[in-house]
DNA sequence: AGTCCCCCCATTTTT
DNA sequence: TGGGGGGACT
């Protein structure tokens, strides 16, 4: 079979990579070096050429979005549908596994995910009914406890606590949580991975099954592995050395969240027969950048090793601009933005990055005040909004009434006079007796000793949830869905919100018919399964896990032509022709909350290392000598990663007679920006009637101009041809 | 039940 | 400086 469309537009290093003997490899991809083109070239080669079904390929990746791109690349590289092979992130595949084997898990047919709101909800509900102090055990803290055990595979009876009252408080917090999930049939992300885990290690016999199932395991961004996943991955690959990883340890920025950087840094000892190919070509940015990048990483221990290199040229001198603050700076980058349009470019491809979102506001005023469309990613998604929430909170209840996660959401909302107390008394009831709140809820609408009142209105609760059922019983996803939404009151109660709040949401009730409607559920995984000890899910079912598993997209809409504003965290994986880093200052990138542990400082120097490798064509520095952070002003010095990278691949930008150049590079290249209307940034200035200040920003030309100025009595915009202003030496 | 106020807090985010 | 959560008050 011809096979050059799957080998002729790789380089030497890809080739190697994607035909690979079947054995374990790990493929170093640098940045750009084409890794997701590895991946699916080399299944497409696995396909093509070795004859492997597709039903015997496993790819992992850690997003819904990875995964679907991965799918359809493959697919326009094979010209036809893929048929059997899974495709999908940890958690998709291990709740795949979880459902066809929901015996072997001991797990209820129909249990229920819990994402990371139901979670802290239920912590906090154990906590309270430990006793404990919130105060003093956060509900948040508690959370973060339980889920970075699972994420190492402990469960509480694993944890020794030394006598240490702290541990000893966590576990059985903890414990207390493990028992509740377990009674409500529920299962928390963590948990997931950590059942598929124990699944295999319980279950010998179906383990051999997908050992002899599966011919070829492949996982992208091996480097944010975590300890659960990576046993789990061993434990699947099994002796039959058919894993291959591809992932950049340098790029690992989720040690925070449970990312194992050892994982991809030990992988060469814990499979000895494997080989290990570098990618190190990059096709995205200039010499420049790269070897800014190369510099900036130099700096971290313990490697695997790696210098990008391309055959394109150096480019453009990456630009330092020092702002007076952070509205300056904020400024700057609007204006860079806007001759980037000029200049006959696209918003899109100029995206400004930064470390934390609490930059994003002033950013987003410059934007705004720059007349320039913009885009801030990383809002709240479409499942996690609360209206959505509420309404598939009534629609999880009719298929599960069990769910005291969804009973908890909506027992009250509208409300319907179940209020706290009445909602304590479900509780107790439910605790003493160990049955689910619907379950205690329906013995108390028929108990002597609660008060009228509150029988009926649980009774009434209980009645709408059952006529929801009965009424929807034939009915398909669109149609229940629109049905709860209408029965359960929620229409009129979003409309009582007033502003455009109450509209939005109403709006995005409409959407989550429309969402039903055109749902369909991912069949490759659903019904290719190796046993088929369960029927398969119901439509509702599907429904429900989707929405707890792919969150949907963020705001705003991706097509439209906008500035792309966005941490650096969600920047990995893109690229853009200009990037602007922002807040390139000690103590915000790196942020001081990582400075005390080396580890923590190499993590956030190889966050500001995918920042770099964004770009494509041109980087931005830019920091501010003085900046507003939680109501005080702050000093900061210039970030050591910029002090990193050799100075004569940066070029300082700096306005024309500033006052102070405090924390400069002392570059050699030096470029000069002009100032507008006479005034620059710092400058001491004196108004007849406000006295003296300092001048904050300013905006506009000729008799438009205008000055911000920073009095004592505060600061106020000021037209420059009206307030003839003095310059103060 | 809903509103208001005060206090506390303050990286990064996917599933 | 500002947002969120909890408690108190109406």
């Known amino acids: 079979m011809d096979v050059s469309h799957i080998l002729d537009s790789l380089n030497d290093a890809q080739r190697e990579a994607v035909t690979l003997p ?3 490899s790990l493929v170093l991809a640098g940045a750009g070096s084409g890794k997701t083109r590895v991946l699916t070239h080399r299944i497409a080669w696995l396909i093509q050429t070795e004859g492997i079904s597709p039903h015997s390929i496993l790819a992992v990746t850690f997003t819904n979005k990875a995964a679907a791109e991965m799918r359809g690349r493959i697919e326009a590289l094979l010209e036809t549908p893929l048929r059997g092979m899974w495709v999908g992130t940890f958690h998709g595949i291990a709740h795949r596994l979880l459902r066809s084997h929901y015996q072997e898990a001991k797990l209820p047919q129909n249990f229920q995910i819990m994402d990371g709101d139901d979670q802290l909800r239920l912590v906090k509900r154990v906590t309270q009914m430990l006793g404990l102090d919130e105060k003093k055990w956060p509900a948040r803290q508690a959370m973060w406890f339980i889920n970075s055990q699972k994420d190492e595979g402990l469960r509480p009876q694993h944890i020794e606590d030394y006598g240490d009252v702290y541990l000893k408080t966590q576990v059985s917090v903890y414990r207390a949580y493990e028992e509740a999930c377990d009674r409500g049939g529920m299962v928390d992300f963590a948990e997931l991975l950590l059942r598929a885990h124990e699944l295999w290690l319980n279950n010998p016999v179906l383990l051999k099954h ?59 000892s814990d499979f000895p027969n494997s ?12 010499g420049t950048i790269l070897k800014a990048a190369n510099h900036l990483i130099d700096n971290n221990a313990g490697r695997l090793g790696k210098e990008l290199w391309t055959k394109d040229g150096d480019g453009e001198l990456i630009s330092v601009y020092a702002g007076y603050n952070e509205i300056d700076e904020a400024r700057y980058i609007s204006e860079r933005a806007k001759q980037w349009v000029a200049d006959g470019n ?57 769910a005291d996660a969804a009973f908890e959401r909506v027992v009250n909302l509208p409300p319907r006079g179940i209020g706290g107390k009445s909602l304590e008394e479900i509780r107790r009831r439910s605790r003493t007796e160990g049955i689910s709140l619907w379950r205690a809820a329906g013995q108390l609408s028929t108990d002597e000793g609660v008060t009228g009142r509150t029988r009926n209105a649980i009774s009434g609760f209980i009645a709408l949830v059952e006529t929801m059922d009965e009424e929807t019983e034939n009915a398909n996803l669109e149609m229940l869905v629109e049905t709860v939404i209408e029965k359960s009151g929620l229409i009129p109660y979003y409309e009582k ?4 709040r109450g509209q939005a949401r109403l709006e995005n009730l409409a959407e989550l018919v429309s969402a039903a409607r055109t749902f369909n559920p991912d069949e490759d995984l659903s019904f290719d399964i190796a046993t088929t000890d369960g029927e398969p899910m119901s439509m509702l079912d599907e429904f429900l896990s989707h929405a707890s598993l792919e969150a949907g997209e963020g705001q705003g809409d991706p097509n439209q032509d906008c500035i792309q504003l966005m941490t650096m965290h969600s920047a990995k994986g893109l690229e853009f022709p200009v990037v602007f880093l922002a807040g390139m200052e000690e103590g915000l990138f790196p942020h001081s909350m990582s400075l005390e542990e080396p580890g923590r400082l190499e993590e956030e120097r190889r966050l500001c290392y995918v920042g770099v490798t964004r770009a494509m064509q041109q980087l931005y520095f830019t920091y501010a000598e003085s900046r507003r952070l939680h109501g005080t002003d702050s000093y900061n010095r210039l970030s050591r990663f ?29 470029i000069t920006e002009t100032d507008i209307a006479g005034f620059t940034l710092g400058q001491r200035v004196h108004h007849a009637k ?23 009595e505060g600061s106020k915009w000021l037209m420059v041809s009206f307030a003839n202003l003095q310059t103060v030496g």
Request: charged share 25%; glycine share 6%; hydrophobic share 35%.
């Open 22 to 24: 079947r054995s374990s």
């Open 210 to 268: 997908y050992h002899e199932r599966f011919a070829a395991l492949l996982v992208d961004e091996f480097q944010d592995t975590n300890t659960i996943q990576y046993a789990w991955l061993r434990i699947l690959a099994g002796e039959q050395d058919n894993l291959m990883v591809v992932g950049d340890d340098d790029q690992s920025i989720y040690g925070w969240r449970g990312a194992r950087i050892e994982n991809i840094q030990r992988f060469t």
């Open 497 to 500: 919100e007033r502003g455009e």
């Open 346 to 402: 696209r918003h899109s491809e100029a995206a400004v990055l930064y470390r934390s979102n609490a930059q994003s506001r002033v950013l987003e005023e410059a934007m705004l005040r720059a007349r320039l469309p913009y885009r801030i990613y990383g809002g709240q998604r479409f499942f996690e909004r609360a209206e959505i929430r509420n309404a598939l909170g009534y629609v999880r209840l009719i298929s599960h009434r069990d």
């Open 690 to 712: 406000f006295g003296d200040g300092v001048v904050l920003n300013y905006e506009g030309q000729g008799k438009q101009a205008r000055v911000h100025v920073n009095f004592s």
């Open 642 to 670: 910029v002090s990193e990278i050799p100075e004569e691949l940066l070029q300082e930008v700096r306005v024309q007679n500033t006052v102070s150049h405090r924390h400069g590079i002392s570059s050699k290249t030096v």
């Open 275 to 286: 080989t290990t190919i570098k990618l190190e070509q990059n096709y995205r940015s200039t």
